[in-house]
């Protein structure tokens, strides 16, 4: 006997109270079985959205037409971890390897690192012919660096990044502008038919953000930075002599003739900046700074020009 029948039988409810209550338990099980497929619905979009999340991070890695790097450490150009500097030593055999990689960056950093096989004949060979298929890629950063390797290394010397000197010999940086602040912080030189490695920038000068020579090509300016202060230094190429940093030079000169304090911090980091980097003649160089006094509450803007020959500074603000 169902519960209508027994309810009437006792004669404990009427027929239009057994109606409503009838009406009102399908209107529980409709809104029941409608919030029941928003619940399925929202986890299905929950799941649909992790789903295209996985999928669209493995396609970045995979396929990532603009790459970003913002610093690249020893251990990460010798594609290696937890290693200290004088535990490394240069494997061709690795970077040959990590070409045949789908990790865009690995990639990248073999390709650079494959230069250094210059003075093997045999491994140049071989570096140039799989370095060579890289110049297509649609990665503009893995093309750009193909296409400078191959350069090299075929001894063409036709690339806008490297620099030619006056005794004959060419200069240039690896992972050129790598990051939105410059290139590695080292120089290379190939002279008389050998590569070596020419000068290389402790930090915080983290990156090479440019370099300009002399009008005779026997000096060279290199602009270093870190991601809060910025750096020159003037390399004599003939007499392998180095100045003084600059900026921080001028800093100290200026700062003292204004009765500034000026404090040098232990992580070197000067808070200022340079721009308009002018070589007006052969060991005259002029450029534009901001100088930073009192934990960047003082800023002065002045124009510096540098006598190389006579290691003399002088330093007016720009009105």
């Not at 690192?113 to 140039?128: G, P, S």
């Not at 890289?134 to 490297?162: G, M, P, Q, R, T």
């Not at 602040?181 to 030189?189: A, F, K, T, V």
Request: proline share 2%; charged share 25%.
């Amino acid at each position: 006997m169902n519960k209508r029948k027994l309810y009437k039988e006792i004669g404990m409810i009427d027929d239009d109270l057994i109606e409503e209550a009838a009406s009102s338990k399908a209107r529980i099980m409709r809104n029941h079985s409608f919030v029941k497929w928003i619940s399925v619905a929202a986890i299905f979009c929950i799941f649909t959205s992790f789903v295209s999340t996985v999928f669209a991070v493995a396609y970045l890695q995979k396929n990532n037409l603009d790459a970003y790097i913002r610093y690249l450490s020893p251990d990460n150009i010798n594609l290696l971890s937890n290693i200290s500097d004088s535990e490394i030593k240069y494997d061709a055999d690795k970077f040959f390897e990590a070409l045949k990689t789908d990790d865009i960056y690995y990639q990248y950093i073999a390709i650079n690192r494959l230069v250094e096989c210059f003075n093997d004949n045999q491994l140049r060979e071989k570096a140039i012919k799989r370095i060579k298929p890289f110049i297509k890629s649609e990665e503009k950063k893995v093309a750009d660096a193909a296409s400078f390797a191959v350069d090299i290394l075929s001894e063409k010397y036709e690339s806008d990044k490297l620099y030619k000197l006056a005794d004959g010999s060419v200069v240039f940086t690896l992972f050129n502008n790598y990051s939105d602040y410059g290139s590695y912080n080292e120089i290379w030189r190939i002279k008389e038919g050998n590569l070596e490695k020419y000068f290389s920038f402790s930090n915080p000068s983290m990156y090479i953000k440019e370099i300009l020579l002399s009008p005779d090509r026997k000096l060279m300016a290199v602009n270093t930075c870190s991601n809060k202060s910025e750096y020159i230094f003037i390399i004599d190429t003939v007499n392998g002599m180095v100045s003084p940093e600059l900026i921080g030079s001028a800093r100290t000169i200026f700062g003292a003739k204004k009765g500034y304090e000026v404090l040098i911090r232990i992580d070197n980091e000067n808070y200022s900046s340079i721009s308009n980097v002018v070589w007006n003649n052969n060991q005259e160089i002029n450029f534009d700074a901001h100088l930073s006094y009192d934990n960047t509450e003082i800023i002065e803007d002045v124009s510096v020009k540098y006598f190389f020959d006579r290691r003399l500074f002088e330093i007016e603000p720009n009105k």
